[in-house]
């Protein structure tokens, strides 16, 4: 056996290690359950016509905080209380939809939260944050420097660091995938955006769970490259981020566990610009009647850009949040999108005789 197949032989146990199986995903079920219902996956016209496929939308952006992420912080802090419970609180790094997640979760079971984002960071994300209770702090530019921080104030004040990936975070955001692949088991294809890995970890954890060859093509900005320069090099590569729309896969430093599982499970990694994004997002809209944030876009952009080769299949996409300042949104819908006003074109109005004629010819 090569070096490389040893590589690649311990890179796959590693991932399986790392995910949860049915059993765990089945018991994060009934407490994820407990705070929420199931999320639909609906099959919209003006999608399929877009695209040329059949397309099924998982609608995360109808959990309790607008995102799937709310699902992960159910199930971890639900452990975490259980085993630690004199913990004095726990903090944790996000552009958002995390931290939103971790304060509903610790509120459930009284547990002080703090949550460190990025100065400048979406200003109703942050209200969204400090409505559920959380000690909000803003600190550095991007991402990483808030993750480091937090791990730094997790120290100094004996606070337990919530990490952006974990056991317990897949094993809940897992839930949502395996309902969209119980319901629709025949997608030939699910996208998914990759941030710092929880969801995307999630959906290989549901469909070998349940046995199904569904290819998963994960998606990154072409603003924040780490994880696709990183699963190309098959190690982890450091990247700059400067994507304008896309803050919730506004990753720098790839997560070594996520990375791991990509290596071995993920078919293919793609890139979507920030105009593709905000396309998709007014496209969402136009289609749907639902507002999609533009991580929560990414899927449905790379279906776009990857139409030709989709035409005719079965696709899965997440919705995979909807919390997006009004303002953004605004801009968003003002701009011309190809995708989305090929669908508003006027259309042809038939008279009743040119109907009538129409079906008996």
Known sequence: MTSLSIQASQVTRTASDLLPGLGEIEQAAGIVYAGMAPTPQLCWPLLNQALGAEVWVKHENHAPT??????????YLHHLARQQPQLSGVISATRGNHGQSVGLSARRFGI??????????????????????????EHGREFQDSREHAQRLAREQQLHMIPSFHRDLVAGVSTYWIEL??????LDVVLVP????????????????LGLKTRIIG??????????????????????????????????VPDEASLQVMLSQVDEVVAVTDDEVMDAMKLA??????????????????????????RGKKIGVTLSGGNVDHDVFARV????????????????????????QRRNA
């Open 66 to 75: 607008g995102a799937f992420k709310v699902r992960g912080g159910m199930v």
């Open 112 to 137: 002080p939260a703090t949550i460190v984002v990025p100065e400048g960071n979406s200003r109703e994300k942050n209200a969204a944050m400090r409505a559920l209770g959380v000690d909000l702090v």
């Open 181 to 186: 692949l119980a319901a629709q088991p025949a």
């Open 194 to 209: 990759i941030g710092q890995g929880s969801g995307m970890c999630g959906a290989v954890a549901a469909r070998n769970a």
């Open 219 to 252: 998606v990154v900005s072409a603003h924040a490259l780490a994880y696709k320069l990183s699963f190309e090099a098959g190690r982890k590569i450091e990247a700059p981020v400067s994507t304008r729309i896309a803050d919730g896969v506004a990753c720098r």
């Open 285 to 310: 809209f136009i289609a749907t009647h639902n507002v999609a944030e533009g991580a929560g876009a990414c899927a449905l952009a790379a279906a776009l850009q990857l139409r030709t080769r989709l």
């Open 333 to 356: 819908l003002a701009r011309s999108s190809e995708a989305a006003d090929t669908l508003l074109a006027p259309a042809q109005v038939v008279s009743l005789a040119q109907a009538a």
